[in-house]
């Protein structure tokens, strides 16, 4: 198989995706090292404070028996320049007296921005970038950590499933909208967000686990035009975040099944919260006059707790607070083939978003919506 430049970056963004729920704050990054047009050496970076992708794939590539002298290094996103949990990457690049360094993207960070680009020019090493027809088609990428590193608010991400007359379900039951082969996307959506959302009423009707289960699937494996890829995937739960202004989850709910949640209440249910929960487990956010949270306070604060990403999952008032709000960045609606007809339906939230991509899984459409 002939492989182009192009295969190659998009090589470096599949690779990423074997660190995907294990590396936040960090950015996901993927690296291929190439040499008289094959690849010799691949690595990404799997887990907060460990080696870089480089450092990976140079390891990768010398365990072969290969040299990294004189080859191209594919990186996803621009090695750092900074000695953070690990050394500068640049500094090791230049050391292996690498030929050219093909970055995806610029970090996005404005501190670091174009600082490893110029290091490496410096030393005489050449820097080139994928087209822009590239960079365009997979903008989506590194736009969670691009908001958070430029703002410190969390990317937000809605999610529901829907019928094809645009019903999320019956009032009270707990019913399955969409077919079993979405469930993995669903995995991969969860592990891709550091936490997980829903409302005090989601955890009474569905008593949802909201973790993953399986080994996830990404949106990006649905592309077509990709290089063979089997990453090695560790599932994650991401953090679950419950807000219950009222106090009224049951305390033996599966979200409480192990420690790994946060119970958002206000002032007159904190104490008891605390008493049952410990207090680690315990975010107190003062309600606004109609008893509910206010969201931007919400996610600056847990921002402020390097929680970069959230996917809101429900129920139907917390999707609609999340609207009302104007703080979604993407939204994403599973739709069934199938209908419902019954006098106590569940409306999908209308919005203003943009229709930005279609695919199928099995039967369900994904419908994915951003520029709200």
């Known amino acids: 198989m002939k492989f182009y430049r192009d295969d190659f970056f998009r090589r470096t963004l599949f690779l990423a995706l074997c660190g995907r729920g294990h590396v936040s704050p960090n950015p996901e990054v993927g690296c291929v090292i190439v040499k008289d047009k094959k690849i010799i050496g691949e690595g990404w970076h799997p887990y907060y404070g460990g080696p870089h992708a480089e450092v990976q794939a140079i390891q990768n590539a010398e365990n072969q028996g290969y040299c990294v002298a004189g080859a191209c290094v594919f990186v996803s996103l621009e090695p750092c320049a900074h000695t953070g949990k690990t050394p500068p990457c640049v500094e090791m690049l230049i050391q292996k007296k690498v030929s050219e360094v093909c970055i995806f993207f610029l970090d996005p960070n404005p501190l670091v921005s174009g600082k490893g680009v110029q290091i490496l020019k410096n030393a005489g090493i050449l820097v080139s970038f994928a087209s822009s027809n590239l960079q365009n088609e997979y903008s989506f990428f590194y736009e969670p950590f691009q908001k958070y590193i430029t703002t410190h ?7 529901i499933a829907k019928t094809k007359n645009g019903e999320m379900g019956i009032i009270g039951e707990n019913m399955r909208i969409s077919g079993d082969e979405t469930q993995k996307f669903t995995y991969g959506l969860r592990q891709k967000h550091d936490a997980i959302l829903v409302g005090a009423h989601t955890i009474l009707v569905d008593n949802p686990h909201l973790g993953v289960r399986e080994i996830p699937k990404y949106y990006e494996e649905y592309e077509e035009n990709t290089l063979p890829f089997l990453p090695q995937k560790v599932p994650r739960d991401p953090l679950r975040l419950i807000m219950d202004p009222h106090g009224i989850c ?4 599966q979200v409480f099944r192990d420690e790994n949640f946060l ?3 206000e002032k007159t249910q904190k104490v008891s919260a605390e008493k049952y929960f410990g207090k680690s487990h315990i975010l107190e956010i003062p309600v606004q006059k109609n008893n509910s949270f206010s969201l931007p306070v919400l996610l600056q604060i847990l921002g ?4 970069a990403s959230i996917l809101v999952e429900g129920g139907e008032k917390t999707i609609q607070s999340f609207f009302q709000a104007n703080v ?3 939204f994403i609606e599973y739709e069934s083939p199938n209908i419902i007809i019954h006098k106590n339906v569940i409306p999908a939230p209308i919005h203003s978003g943009k229709l930005w991509k279609t695919f199928f899984i099995g039967m369900d459409a994904i419908k994915i919506w951003k520029d709200f």
């Open 250 to 253: 049951p305390h033996n709910a």
């Open 304 to 307: 402020e707790k390097k929680i």
């Open 328 to 330: 979604f960045d993407e």
């Open 153 to 159: 608010i969390p990317f937000i991400t809605g999610k």
């Open 263 to 265: 119970l958002i209440t």
